[in-house]
């Protein structure tokens, strides 16, 4: 199984990213979709959930308004579009797979996205 992010980097306050992560070797309609992050010093924080089918979406208070997690389930592929990002949004984002069904979680590489003031 692998998780693949892409799409992080360096913007500037108010800017936009979208990050993007590919799956292999799972059943991608099997998983639940989540991105996490962690900043120096904080814990690991859940900012987006989707559900198999899109059918359930949770954003983190934090982000709510600025966020939006998608998948496309053709494309084995979940999305994390940030706008008006804010210097507070640094951080290493993670792609989580969640088994609907039995422990199975796993984890991609995490790709740094850096906000500058």
């Known amino acids: 199984v692998q998780l693949v992010e892409s799409g992080g980097g360096l913007v500037q306050s108010g800017g936009s990213l979208k990050l993007s992560c590919t799956t292999s070797?799972?059943?991608?309609?099997?998983?639940?979709m989540k991105w996490r992050r962690r900043t120096p010093g904080k814990a690991l924080e859940d900012v987006a959930t989707?559900?198999?089918?899109?059918?359930?979406?949770i954003i983190a208070d934090t982000v709510k308004g600025r966020f939006t997690i998608s998948r496309d389930n053709a494309k084995n592929t979940a999305y994390l579009q940030m706008d008006e990002l804010k210097p507070e949004d640094t951080a290493v984002y993670y792609c989580?797979?969640?088994?609907?069904?039995?422990?199975?979680?796993?984890w991609g590489q995490g790709t740094q996205v850096t906000v500058s003031s």
């Open positions: 989580v797979a969640v088994a609907r069904v039995g422990p199975n979680v796993y």
């Open positions: 070797g799972l059943i991608f309609t099997d998983y639940v």
């Open positions: 989707i559900g198999s089918y899109s059918q359930t979406k």
